[in-house]
Nanobody, 116 residues
Framework: QVQLVESGGGLVQPGGSLRLSCAAS????????MGWYRQALGKQRELVAV???????NYADSVKGRFTISRDNAKNTVYLQMKSLKADDTAVYYC??????????WGQGTQVTVSS
């Protein structure tokens, strides 16, 4: 059974930090890309950051310099370290995995709220 288990969301004050984790299991193909997307209320889902198996990263302009994506291939886990959080970062954050044979899977989402 394929599972993506996300953790680390919550409420944080502006300027604060959070670390999201997403552990994938039950995927029979080699995982290529792992990434994070987010969807704010009333808006479309957007890319936050993505990382390839070899460690090549890509970030949305709005998070460059503040967020860092990393992964542990041995654990099939992707992380998103978020610093200097702003109210505009408030959204549901979704983990995404892309593997061989066209396999893709989304996590269930974790809420991040930035508010004083």
């Amino acid at each position: 059974q394929v599972q993506l288990v996300e953790s680390g969301g919550g409420l944080v004050q502006p300027g604060g930090s959070l670390r999201l984790s997403c552990a994938a299991s039950g995927i029979m193909w080699s995982i290529n890309t792992m990434g994070w997307y987010r969807q704010a209320l009333g808006k479309q889902r957007e890319l936050v950051a993505v990382i390839s198996r070899r460690g090549t990263t890509n970030y949305a302009d709005s998070v460059k310099g503040r967020f860092t994506i990393s992964r542990d291939n041995a654990k099939n886990t992707v992380y998103l370290q978020m610093k200097s959080l702003k109210a505009d970062d408030t959204a549901v954050y979704y983990c995404h995995v892309g593997a061989e044979a066209g396999f893709q899977r989304w996590g269930q989402g974790t809420q991040v709220t930035v508010s004083s």
